[in-house]
Nanobody
């Protein structure tokens, strides 16, 4: 069964950290460009970060640059999003998505990714 499963969300205080995981089954993540998206209530979906297939180049939204890091663990067929120095405005539902043809050069304008996970909730609050 082909699926993406996110985990690692939760409630954290401002300034804290979380690591989100995006685990794939039924296909090899390394062959895909992976992107993280988030959506807060009443707001449009926002691209957070992207890591391209093959060369593994990365890209970040300005709002998270310097605080978030995206990385692959090919042995675990998983992509991680390490989130540090979290702010209340990072509160959102986070999804990962995978596409075998997309590249991060087109992200976030191109968002029609092939596979999407169900997402994990991140809440940053004191």
């Amino acid at each position: 069964q082909v699926q993406l499963v996110e985990s690692g969300g939760g409630l954290v205080q401002p300034g804290g950290s979380l690591r989100l995981s995006c685990a794939a089954s039924g296909f090899t993540l390394d062959d895909y460009t992976i992107a993280w998206w988030r959506q807060a209530p009443g707001k449009e979906r926002e691209g957070v970060s992207c890591i391209s297939r093959s060369e593994g180049s990365t890209k970040y939204a300005d709002s998270v640059k310097g605080r978030f890091t995206i990385a692959r663990d090919n042995a675990k067929n998983t992509v991680y999003l390490q989130m540090n120095s979290l702010k209340p405005e990072d509160t959102a539902h986070y999804h990962c998505a995978a596409d075998p043809w997309a590249s991060c050069s087109g992200w976030p304008d191109y968002a029609d990714y092939f596979y999407w996970g169900q997402g994990t909730q991140v809440t940053v609050s004191s």
